[in-house]
């Protein structure tokens, strides 16, 4: 749970919300139970409340480099504070508040220092098996994803040794640049990391584009728009390639008069777009290459999983043009 995650809006609704409830509560549990006791309860509750994402919002640059398996200790620790420092303000602003309870001040303090960490004890439990079931469930998603990459990478070595094997004799310098892309490409294959960075991921895209530039000659349009600085988002090995490699096999390959593919990368203010596209084949489309999806269904599982469920990979046709749309996160596990 990244601390960011504190303050975001659905957090702070559901924060004061929760807050609301446990007043209710209070004031349903006590001898005065009335309106101003429930006003009394609901204005501390939501004070402790906004005490504690205040101290944990001014502290998150210290927080940054905590584990994030500790963070809800650190968020129990400051609601205690914030609740000590609630319930010592109230005794000296409204010093009667606490006639009616037995013990006074120091009793109802007692009471509510052991409910909030009752809760807290609560929440920590509740959050243990959330972290528990979404590891697993990331590790299924990450296993699922590795096997749609083992397929996938036999068949783009046999589309790109075609592809020298049809050069070598009659332009061998051309297919001796496609080798070496090759060995590129799979170098980065190989090392298996679990996420690169956006540009390395384009690079490797366009090493991929080179080759099957060279195979279809005049046939196939190349188009590039990046700008010239990229934030340092982090996607997994070839999300994006397989993407490019569909553009290619569904509209350049089916098309007898061949096509454009283009990669545009825009920055928005929450997002990096990447947009992939093809020009749609005719009528006269020769048939649809073999394959079952699986590029872009590992693209879909590997953005998804890298970016806890933040990323997108969209699909539309916009006119005569095939678009492949991903969002990636410009806050959250996707960026370094």
């Not at 809006?9 to 559901?14: E, K």
């Not at 139970?33 to 204005?43: D, I, K, P, Q, Y």
């Not at 420092?85 to 109802?108: F, Q």
């Amino acid at each position: 749970m990244p601390v960011e995650s504190l303050w975001a809006p659905r957090t702070l609704v559901a924060a004061l919300l929760f807050g609301e409830g446990l007043a209710a509560l209070l004031a349903l549990g006590s001898d005065r139970a009335t309106w101003v006791f429930f006003g009394v309860a609901s204005l501390a509750a939501q004070w402790i409340i906004l005490l504690t994402l205040g101290g944990l919002f001014l502290l998150r640059r210290p927080l940054a480099n905590v584990d994030a398996v500790r963070i809800p200790y650190v968020t129990l620790v400051a609601m205690l504070c914030a609740t000590s420092l609630v319930l010592l303000t109230g005794s000296i602003v409204l010093p009667g508040l606490a006639t009616d309870v037995p013990g006074g001040w120091n009793a109802l303090a007692a009471r509510s220092l052991a409910i909030v960490t009752l809760v807290g004890v609560l929440g920590l439990i509740a959050f243990e098996n959330h972290r528990q079931a979404r590891h697993m469930a990331v590790r299924a998603k990450q296993a699922e994803l590795d096997l749609l990459r083992a397929r996938i990478r036999p068949h783009f070595l046999f589309n790109t040794l075609n592809t020298a094997t049809a050069l070598i004799h009659r332009r061998p310098d051309e297919a001796e640049r496609v080798l070496l892309d090759l060995s590129d490409l799979f170098r980065a294959a190989l090392a298996a990391p679990s996420a690169i960075l956006l540009a390395q991921e384009l690079e490797l895209a366009r090493r991929y584009l080179e080759i099957e530039a060279l195979r279809f000659g005049d046939r196939m349009q190349l188009e590039w728009s990046i700008p010239a600085t990229l934030p340092d988002v982090l996607v997994p090995p070839l999300s994006i390639q397989p993407l490019v490699e569909n553009a290619v096999r569904h509209g350049v390959e089916r098309s007898r008069h061949g096509g454009m593919v283009s990669v545009r990368i825009s920055i928005e203010p929450r997002d990096v777009v990447v947009e992939i596209r093809n020009t749609r084949p005719g009528d006269d489309a020769l048939p649809a290459p073999g394959g079952h999806g699986l590029g872009l269904r590992a693209s879909i599982a590997g953005i998804d999983a890298a970016t806890a469920g933040l990323g997108t990979v969209s699909t539309t046709q916009e006119g005569d043009m095939h678009v492949i749309r991903v969002r990636l996160p410009l806050a959250g596990p996707a960026v370094r």
